[in-house]
C-alpha cells in the first residue's frame, strides 16, 4: 500500500493530495482547495497453487482509493447587486451561473480520470514496488452529491487489484538485551541472582 500512496503523491501535479485516513478531513472548505485522495487496503487472497509452501505466498490484494471533491455555485454577483440591472438582465445571470453540482461532479471525473491515468500507465505497471506482478482497476463509482452549507461535495472510489508476492522474514521474536538483577533470600542467606528479561 506505501507504494501506492508513494505513487499517487509522487504524480499528484498539485491536483490532489494523498491523505491517510487517520489524517482525511472532513471539512468543506479544505476539500474545496484540493481534492482528497486516500487508499485503503480492502481485502487478500492467497492462492495456494501459485504459492511456495516456504514462501513467496501469491497474494491477489484488492485497494480502494477513495476521493472527496467539492466545488462552489458561481454567479455574476455584479449582475444581482447592481440596482440598475433590469429583471431580465438578473434572470440572464441566474440562468449563467454553473450549479455547485454539476462543478462538483466534473471536478470528480478529472480526479478519477487523472488516478485512472497513473495507476494503469504502462511506466507504473508496478505500482511503484518490485514484487507487483500485475494491476487491475475493476470498478469506478460515484456518490450523489452533497450540500455542506455553500460547498457542494462529492465522493468517489476507484477498485484496484493488485497481484503480489509475499515473502516471510522468518525473523523470531529476539530477546531482551540486559537484564534487572535481583536479590534472592533463602533460609537468611542472600543469593545474586539475574532473571528478570527486559
Request: glycine residues 4%; aromatic residues 6%.
Amino acid at each position: 500500500m506505501d507504494a501506492i500512496i508513494r505513487l499517487l503523491s509522487d504524480n499528484a501535479d498539485n491536483r490532489y493530495t494523498v491523505v491517510n485516513p487517520q489524517n482525511r478531513k472532513s471539512d468543506a472548505e479544505d476539500i474545496f482547495q484540493k481534492p482528497q485522495v486516500t487508499v485503503f487496503y480492502s481485502e487478500g487472497t492467497f492462492d495456494k497453487r501459485k504459492s511456495s509452501v516456504n514462501s513467496p505466498y501469491h497474494h491477489d490484494a484488492t485497494f480502494n482509493i477513495w476521493i472527496q471533491a467539492a466545488a462552489k455555485a458561481t454567479v455574476n454577483l455584479a449582475v444581482l447587486q447592481d440596482p440598475a440591472s433590469t429583471p431580465g438582465q438578473c434572470a440572464a445571470a441566474l440562468a449563467n451561473s454553473n450549479s455547485a453540482s454539476v462543478l462538483v461532479d466534473e471536478k470528480a471525473d478529472q480526479l478519477l480520470s487523472a488516478l485512472f491515468d497513473v495507476i494503469m500507465s504502462p511506466v507504473n505497471r508496478n505500482l511503484g514496488a518490485d514484487y507487483v506482478t500485475s494491476r487491475w482497476i475493476t470498478q469506478i463509482k460515484k456518490n450523489n452529491p452533497e450540500p455542506m452549507g455553500a460547498i457542494v461535495t462529492e465522493t468517489a472510489f476507484l477498485t484496484l487489484t493488485a497481484q503480489c508476492e509475499e515473502e516471510v522474514s522468518g525473523e523470531t521474536p529476539s530477546e531482551g538485551l540486559g537484564g534487572i538483577d535481583t536479590v534472592i533470600e533463602l533460609d537468611n542467606e542472600k543469593e545474586q541472582k539475574q532473571g528478570v528479561t527486559v
